[in-house]
T-cell receptor, first 112, second 114 residues
Framework: QKEVEQNSGPLSVPEGAIASLNCTYS??????FFWYRQYSGKSPELIMS????GDKEDGRFTAQLNKASQYVSLLIRDSQPSDSATYLC????????????FGTGTRLKVLA | SAVISQKPSRDICQRGTSLTIQCQVD?????MFWYRQQPGQSLTLIAT?????????ESGFVIDKFPISRPNLTFSTLTVSNMSPEDSSIYLC???????????FGQGTRLTVV
């Protein structure tokens, strides 16, 4: 079992729709969770961080965390073609450790 | 967030040679991280560079192949030694990510070994 799992996609959604990206992780002691967006040929760019159960909203983006289910998701409302990218989920165990574990990413395609 | 400058942005190298990648940060940071992203893959941590001590390497990565320097709190280098085509990847410098903080990345170095 991979430590951080994501569906590789591509996930195709029409412009204006909600894109839902999912991530599961295996280590129950993980404490911090991050979503990065990576355009082709570019480096990852931080979109959201979330540390406690529930929802966290930032503009069109909402991160959802459920530690009991070891599940974190990213919702993108009013999806735009410019949102087309690979979205990486990253998990940090915290507790004085620093290592990020990245998922393989989900490729999102927003269709105009 | 820190501003991270990484160079070169890309290079094409002959097998058997070495390439040194530089990473400069606009503020002092405790830890700097080096990642590799192979084509179509996610990020894999190569090593963590702390100022004043030897780098800590992840499983599968060794100092002879990927020597790292960290001469001060704003700068680090990663050398890819005795390169083979299998080393063709994007190499990324990162700061932050320690003690639950957010990690930020340099622009990356796209390396092609021929």
């Amino acid at each position: 079992q991979k430590e951080v799992e994501q569906n590789s996609g591509p996930l195709s959604v029409p412009e204006g729709a909600i894109a839902s990206l999912n991530c599961t992780y295996s280590d129950r002691v993980s404490q911090s969770f991050f979503w990065y967006r990576q355009y082709s040929g570019k480096s990852p760019e931080l979109i959201m961080s979330i540390y406690s159960n529930g929802d966290k909203e930032d503009g069109r983006f909402t991160a959802q965390l459920n530690k009991a289910s070891q599940y974190v998701s990213l919702l993108i409302r009013d999806s735009q073609p410019s949102d087309s990218a690979t979205y990486l989920c990253a998990v940090n165990r915290g507790s004085g450790t620093y290592k990020y574990i990245f998922g393989t990413g989900t490729r999102l395609k927003v269709l105009a | 967030s820190a501003v991270i400058s990484q160079k070169p942005s890309r290079d094409i190298c002959q097998r058997g040679t070495s390439l040194t990648i530089q990473c400069q940060v606009d503020s002092q940071v405790t830890m700097m991280f080096w990642y590799r992203q192979q084509p179509g893959q996610s990020l894999t941590l190569i090593a963590t560079a702390n100022q004043g001590s030897e780098a800590t390497y992840e499983s599968g990565f060794v100092i002879d192949k990927f020597p790292i320097s960290r001469p001060n709190l704003t700068f680090s280098t990663l050398t890819v030694s005795n390169m083979s085509p299998e080393d063709s990847s994007i190499y990324l410098c990162s700061v932050g990510g320690d003690f639950n903080t957010e990690a930020f990345f340099g622009q990356g170095t796209r390396l092609t070994v021929v």
